[in-house]
């Protein structure tokens, strides 16, 4: 029984590494959003002749930040964010996953994982302890419908110092997502799109084009602190979208009820 809880986890940890921001990156290896880093160059920053220090962006009349200001601003917030909340859909294959998936720089996660034709998967993670809870198909696809059947829809439980349970423990990691999308080395120009309000909160829409002529959609908040709330990039001809909130929200993690919970230890070897 382990065995096959092995095969279904290691599953699970490759879709945790390969899939929590796959449109983010380029075939290449360079971040969609981002340049690849240079040893000896300094990063050329709008305004500057890539010679000695760039020149700051100049604010826009009546004192506003200036389209680029916001978008620094936002990407100093976002790499600096000590928990956020990401939601959306990414490419899983020839088919799409959603996930709603709240994560701190603790390793503390709630997620929860949709994947078309591949079922649904949660996963809640507090210091070491670990609780998930696939659907029937999810174990199925995962490779261990044994295991889905002896669960029968309740959570199974582990901690960080078993290996197969730990295995997937990087997609709670904040410091992962934010690494992956290193917004802040990003260079090019920026240009105001559009204003809005967004649940009751101002909002600018800007569109930064890159260097190498990529380009990025972002929302950001208008007031300071000025939180990165979308970004946005085609990619393979998908309109693909992702939606942040809740910086700096604890996550709350609450553990299923002991009736709820199956331990991996109390499986069968």
Not at 138 to 157: C, D, I, K, N, Q
Not at 186 to 213: F, P
Not at 244 to 254: G, I, S
Request: with cysteine; proline share 5%.
């Amino acid at each position: 029984m382990r065995a096959h809880l092995r095969t279904a986890l290691t599953a699970i940890a490759v879709s945790g590494a390969l899939l929590i921001l796959p449109a983010c990156s380029s075939g290449d290896g360079l971040n969609h959003f981002g340049q690849a880093p240079q040893a000896d160059d300094k990063a050329k920053e709008p305004g500057s002749d890539g010679e000695g220090e760039s020149e700051e962006p100049a604010a826009e009349p009546g004192g506003e930040p200036s389209a680029w200001e916001l978008y620094e601003a936002g990407a100093d917030e976002f790499a600096n964010a000590q928990s956020m909340r990401l939601v959306g859909t990414v490419p899983n294959g020839a088919s799409l996953m959603d996930m709603d998936i709240h994560l701190d720089l603790d390793g503390d996660c709630v997620a929860d994982m949709t994947m078309a034709d591949e079922g649904s998967v949660e996963i809640r993670k507090s210091g070491d302890d670990i609780w998930m809870k696939g659907d029937q198909l999810f174990w199925e696809t995962a490779g261990s419908a044994e295991v889905g059947r002896l669960l029968g829809g309740m959570y199974l439980y582990g901690t960080t110092d078993n290996p197969d349970m730990s295995s997937f423990a990087g997609l709670c990691e904040l410091s992962e997502l934010i690494g992956g999308i290193p917004l802040d080395n990003l260079t090019g120009t920026a240009v105001e799109t559009g204003r809005d309000d967004q649940n009751g909160v101002a909002v600018v829409d800007i569109e930064v084009t890159e260097d190498n002529g990529d380009v990025g959609r972002f929302r950001i908040v208008a007031e300071q602190p000025h939180h990165i709330l979308r970004v946005g990039v085609v990619e393979d001809g998908e309109d693909l979208v992702l939606d942040f909130d809740d910086y700096n929200v604890p996550v709350d993690v609450t553990p299923p009820d002991d009736a709820d919970v199956l331990d991996y230890e109390e499986l069968s070897p």
